[in-house]
C-alpha cells in the first residue's frame, strides 16, 4: 500500500518524518527540511526500506507503531 506524502498530496510519501507525524515525498522532504538547521535534525526514516536491519549504526531504528508498540511504524 503506497501512502500519499501529507505535504503536496500528489506523489508517493518515501519518508516519514517523526516530530512532523508527516509522510513526505523526496521532493517536500528536501523542502522542508532544508528550511532552517532545526528542521534539518528531525528523525526521519524510509518508508520504502523500512526494516531495521537497513539503518546505519550511527541511526536509530524506526519507531514502533503507536497502536500496538510492536510492528515499525
Same mark, same amino acid.
Given at each position: !500500500?503506497?501512502? +500519499?506524502?501529507? &505535504?503536496? %498530496?500528489?506523489?508517493a510519501a518515501? &519518508?516519514?518524518?517523526?516530530?512532523?507525524?508527516a509522510a513526505l515525498c523526496d521532493a517536500c522532504d528536501r523542502r522542508v527540511h532544508r528550511a532552517n538547521?532545526?528542521?534539518g535534525k528531525h528523525r526521519r526514516f524510509s518508508l520504502l526500506n523500512p526494516s531495521p536491519?537497513? %539503518?546505519? *549504526?550511527? +541511526? !536509530? *531504528?524506526p519507531p514502533l507503531c503507536d497502536i500496538c +508498540? &510492536?510492528?515499525?511504524g
Amino acid at each position: !500500500m503506497k501512502v +500519499q506524502c501529507d &505535504v503536496c %498530496a500528489a506523489d508517493a510519501a518515501s &519518508v516519514f518524518c517523526c516530530a512532523d507525524e508527516a509522510a513526505l515525498c523526496d521532493a517536500c522532504d528536501r523542502r522542508v527540511h532544508r528550511a532552517n538547521k532545526l528542521a534539518g535534525k528531525h528523525r526521519r526514516f524510509s518508508l520504502l526500506n523500512p526494516s531495521p536491519s537497513s %539503518a546505519s *549504526p550511527s +541511526q !536509530m *531504528p524506526p519507531p514502533l507503531c503507536d497502536i500496538c +508498540q &510492536v510492528r515499525i511504524g
